[in-house]
């Protein structure tokens, strides 16, 4: 377990945040420039730079060097989709136990932005197998992964998930797909017994078509909820939330896969109150 | 990375989970049991069972054998004071880019269930100290810790924090305590330049006398929000949220150690809309 | 336009609350008695009692007495049925433009809480007619609304309004039964042209099965939404929001009866964000 | 209590929205126009027509002419200072008892939304009398209530409250204005014994400065809330909440102006959860 050091190092992941408050996540490389809207930053003169320090671009433009963290990795995500969202992936991740040393499955790798959560929080000793019928997707979230220096923990696959999946025994999958309810029955071939389903849907209506797929393809305990993230205005004298929030970003359905027993409807955790 | 195997062995954790959704979480271990107000269940009875298999007390009452999520174990974590919640947790940790083989501290240990997800998420390479003041929190929480087998990973600190932490160099702390604006000076000596740094309070009055002194003491991109978790009634004829929900655990409050500039100010990341 | 008095008068509508946050509503007569678990309040003891004074019952326990608001009216009804809360009436009322001197129809009486709120707002210069075709709904709205001394604004009418409405030129129905969309050409026939409709329904499915009803039979300008409302701890030293919540009582949808025109889509008024 | 018309006649109120969503309250008059970014659109071309009907300006765009409710008239109020929403005055009238033939006092006048929704409350039989100290925002609330037609209920009164209100034995008193606990006095020397007190304040602090000064002022049953309301996107086989939504418009204090007894402490409501 090294200690963090002080500055930036050649390799190191970093964010530059602007007063315009845009921020760019970068890998420090000998040689290299950043190219920003307020000039140019040299990555010469950022490595050796204190963590939470001040930086200037070529026009004097003051830019703050700080450590990214994996919210910040997954939201700068290049993308073509739409994005998992922080309070989104904190809450899936947590409930569906993912850890360090654990091989998970994803279905619909999108950007990226899940498997970049996955593969960090996985660790080195773990591992990330991902799903995507798009190449286009597939090109962009290697780029992603690559640029963060997580290409060894993750397999890319390019293959119709409807044809199922080639893993056996996964402890946990993850799925973001428009229509979940065409490929329950390949992920519970998938999954170890007791294993761990999560997708996420924007609409009510594909949260209705997936419910009783899951029941009759043998998951239960199956809770469905959503996350609302307010901020507030960090201002001690007037301290009051901030005036507009993002109002929904999807559906959270779980699911464990199990063996299923004659009074099982009986066993549904009573839906949370 | 060992893959998970489909049957219940000793040593590991199990989650029990019965008709009237009442569950438990035990180790497993020949020669013990597990005492419900439905009956007894011999651990040797649960060993070598298929997770997600229906399993009976010596009464014939069924409960449903599964591996439990560290969103499960923070939950069940016993405890005396008022516990942490998942959604709260999850995007913690994600929004401190905490993961595998990193050292933390934790200033207010409690009964151990924030040290428990952070103990879970930095690995056996990771590292976790946890200060607190109060005698039988740190015994309840070190009793919690070793049940889930990872008293390894954390060092238990019986200190006033108001002293001054021991280490340096981290790059992130948590703290859950009723003052914390009594303690930042001693976090800014803590925490390595740039670190993260996050605490959870319950009321407004709080983030309020908070405030002034992060900036004062040299943190900045500070941010403000609550989470708010919404069930659903997981029924396909009848979607819709359920009736009741909690509605406020804690502010979370998140700020960076930086190294103040003149026009920090202007830095401020603006409030999340 | 006469002054309120400083105290309670026979014919008086009265709430009185006791220590145990128990309330009750009754309408003062002279001679009567109201009967709680703390004991006896004779309503000649009240009478004359200056409103917000705290009142004994003869058992010593006190009570305080209070005008009620319609809020409290709607909340103490009588019912058999799922009640509407005031936070969504309060939005209802004003987002259909209810006012004095109207004439407004209900469709699904009830235990009579909306009708109570209808009554209350359009004053003895307007009118509520009201349908139900459960016989034991509509002695029970009848006696709460009779309770409350509004009997004369309000028309009781048993009948299947599948069947139609007898009245036209209505300018705003309200509709609070299972199956809306069974109703809405009826509707249609019944409002002037313009008019508004609402109704309440408490699951996805129903919105989704009444919004292409709705546009099928000329309404548009339809808007859906759900309030919630979150109480705080009124604790100056500890300001805080409640721990709970009611998470959900139903969706509102409005629409207007419309002429329809060859591009009355592109009218459709943008989604509130 | 005529029946509404099925036509738009002079005098009336009439709103006409526009492909672009924009929409435009006026009182019609025979030989006035309605200039628009889109087209002038003449009187005497919507006196006469049917309402829900499409109507062109001399550029041939398209508007919808419709019958403005309540909610309506609040929000396109012409103004300088922060607007109350309907959501709010919605809960507001309805927890406050606010019907027809009542007189009503106001503190805080802004640019008349309140005041308008109370004198359309309160009707033809009631009152509004509404205090404001700046000069400009007497003149915009009075020309926004004469738009409206209902000059004759509202007196504006140009007077610094903090000398005390004119008027007493007052059922209901809303307040909207930055120092609320600095004339509480005030208000308790204006309401009725048992009367009804609200204030709306945007910020935590203005809360917790209120609630003290609330209690020591002989008020009671206080109650501190707020209201979010979410749309959804009105589509049928896609629904889902909208992506954005206002987050935070202000806290509601209710209290009622009580006759204090030695145990009133006791007598709190339960915080609602």
Same mark, same amino acid.
């Given at each position: 377990m090294p200690e963090p050091i002080e500055t930036a190092q050649p390799g190191d992941l970093v964010q530059l945040v602007g007063l315009s408050h845009k921020h760019f996540i970068i890998q420090l490389q000998s040689g290299r420039e950043l190219q920003t809207h307020r000039g140019i930053l040299a990555h010469d003169n950022l490595i050796g730079k204190r963590w939470g320090s001040q930086v200037l671009s070529h026009l004097g433009a003051p830019f703050y060097l700080l450590q990214p963290a994996l919210g910040d990795l997954v939201t700068t995500t290049r993308r073509t989709t739409q994005i998992l969202y922080p309070k989104d992936i904190g809450f899936i991740l947590i409930s569906m136990g993912i850890g360090p040393g654990q091989h998970v499955v994803e279905a619909g790798t999108g950007s990226g932005a899940m498997t970049t959560a996955l593969a960090h929080t996985v660790g080195n000793q773990g591992h990330v197998t991902t799903y995507e019928i798009r190449d286009e997707m597939i090109n962009l979230a290697r780029k992603n992964i690559t640029r963060l220096g997580m290409l060894d923990r993750v397999t890319f696959k390019h293959k119709d998930i409807s044809e199922g999946? #080639?893993?056996?025994?996964? @402890?946990a999958l993850f799925m973001d797909i428009p229509k979940p309810e065409t490929c329950i029955s390949q992920v519970k071939h998938t999954l170890v017994s007791g294993g761990f389903f999560c997708c996420i849907v924007p609409t009510s209506n594909q949260v209705i078509q997936l419910l009783p797929t899951l029941r009759e393809e043998g998951f239960a305990f199956i809770e469905v909820c959503e996350l609302m993230l307010r901020y507030y205005?960090?201002?001690?004298? /007037?301290f009051r939330p901030a #005036? /507009?929030? @993002?109002?929904?970003t999807g559906f959270l359905v779980f699911a464990r896969s199990i063996i299923p027993s004659e009074d099982i409807e009986k066993f549904e955790l009573k839906n949370k109150e």
């Open positions: 999946f #080639d893993e056996t025994n996964i @402890i205005k960090p201002v001690s004298q /007037r #005036d /507009r929030m @993002i109002a929904h």
